[in-house]
């Protein structure tokens, strides 16, 4: 089962939201009228992150803080932004409180760096990719997305519009259809549907090309694809 495309607004829960990606994510949708639960390992650590993206949007954002079990069960609309060392443990925690029907958006990239390896390298994942891992760690009536994998945290958390893609991958069309919604909120983000979950082994093989690229050139690399028909845009 999966959540309705055309929903009423309910609170995104960014799990792991207190690092640079989920607060990247938080800042953008909560400045397009998102309602969002900013998840942590510590209830205080959410707390301020919450708090300090409230300060930055005003008084009159939806932002809230939970430990990361609390903001679970309090939405249907998971983002996991945690590093791929962390990821299956924490799902695995967190499942009883995950809630029947939801969809869990995962941007985990299973970068080499967090085993002392090269930055610009992944690692193999026995079940093709981390989104894949998650998908066979979530409860059944869960719907796994993948996206936001090629999206520079740094100008995520700034005030200026991306310049990027965002390629989503899933094997619910529904679920790819809201991760699509939200990711068109984002000034200068263009959500693609790439179709199956396994896809998101490319695409997660490409946050390290760009990592690379962004240690040669200094810089902060995102992806444009060309050439399909105005719909695969919209
Ligand atoms: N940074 C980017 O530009 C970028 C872009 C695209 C995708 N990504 C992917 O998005 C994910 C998050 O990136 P990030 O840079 O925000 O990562 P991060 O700062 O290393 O971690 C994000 C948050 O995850 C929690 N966390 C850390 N280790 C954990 C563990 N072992 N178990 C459970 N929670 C843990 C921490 O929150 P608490 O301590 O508060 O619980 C931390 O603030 C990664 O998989 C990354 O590959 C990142």
């Known amino acids: 089962m999966s959540v309705p495309a055309d929903r009423p607004a309910r609170p995104i829960a960014i799990i792991g939201g207190t690092g640079p990606a989920g607060m990247g994510l938080a800042l953008r949708w909560v400045r397009a009228g998102e309602t969002v639960i900013v998840g942590s390992r510590e209830e205080n650590r959410a707390v301020q992150a919450a708090a300090s993206i409230k300060g930055r949007v005003g008084e009159t954002a939806r932002i809230s803080g939970m430990e990361n079990s609390a903001a679970c069960a309090a939405a249907d609309i998971l983002m996991l932004t945690v590093p791929f060392a962390g990821q299956a443990s924490l799902i695995k925690r967190l499942k009883p409180s995950i809630t029947a029907g939801s969809i869990l958006i995962d941007a985990t990239v299973p970068l080499a760096a967090e085993v002392g390896g090269r930055a610009s390298r992944t690692l193999g994942v026995w079940q093709g990719s981390a989104a894949e891992q998650a998908a066979e760690l979530v409860p059944k009536d869960v719907s796994v997305v993948a996206a936001f994998h090629n999206v520079s945290a740094d100008l995520m958390g ?55 690229l962004n240690m040669r050139h200094k810089g902060h690399a995102g992806i444009r694809i060309t050439g399909l028909p105005p719909a695969a845009y919209s």
Request: aromatic fraction near 0%; hydrophobic fraction near 40%.
């Open 158 to 212: 700034g005030d200026n519009p991306l310049d990027c893609d965002v390629i989503v991958c899933s094997d619910d069309s529904d679920a790819a259809r809201l991760t699509c919604e939200l990711a068109a909120k984002i000034p200068g983000i263009r959500p693609i549907d790439a179709g199956k979950l396994e896809n998101a082994r490319i695409v997660e093989q490409i946050t390290a090309l760009l990592v690379g």
